[in-house]
């Protein structure tokens, strides 16, 4: 089993930028971010694998950055340029194997953080 506790989200401006992080009680082969707004079903966002091989969902790519502390147990997710189609509720996700970016291919999940973008 792997627990995995997000924290970092919070209400921006449009604009803005905020960090958030995810602390897992062991390595694993990835660590991803997922995203639900209300309404919606639950979208990647960003991965990053062991490797350091990392992957972007096209609606954040140049915004958002994934990456990963030397000990492989803390995920982050820089996010800059935030706008209000960012606001959901973010999820980390990590596998005991890599198999792609599907809510499916994970294992393990966080308790969710909410982002909100709003003037």
């Known amino acids: 089993q792997v627990q995995l506790v997000e924290s970092g989200g919070g209400l921006v401006q449009p604009g803005g930028s905020l960090r958030l992080s995810c602390a897992a009680s062991?390595?694993?082969?990835?660590m991803t971010w997922f995203r639900q707004a209300p309404g919606k079903e639950r979208e990647f966002v960003a991965a990053?694998?062991?490797?350091?091989?990392?992957y972007y969902a096209d609606s954040v790519k140049g915004r958002f950055t994934v990456s990963r502390d030397n000990a492989k147990t803390m995920a982050y997710l820089q996010m800059n340029s935030l706008k209000p189609d960012d606001t959901a509720v973010y999820y980390c996700?990590?596998?005991?194997?890599?198999?792609?970016?599907?809510?499916?291919?994970?294992?393990?999940w966080g308790q969710g953080t909410q982002v909100t973008v709003s003037s």
């Open positions: 996700a990590a596998a005991n194997v890599w198999r792609g970016q599907g809510p499916d291919d994970y294992d393990y």
């Open positions: 062991r390595r694993t082969s990835a």
């Open positions: 990053i694998r062991l490797s350091g091989s990392t």
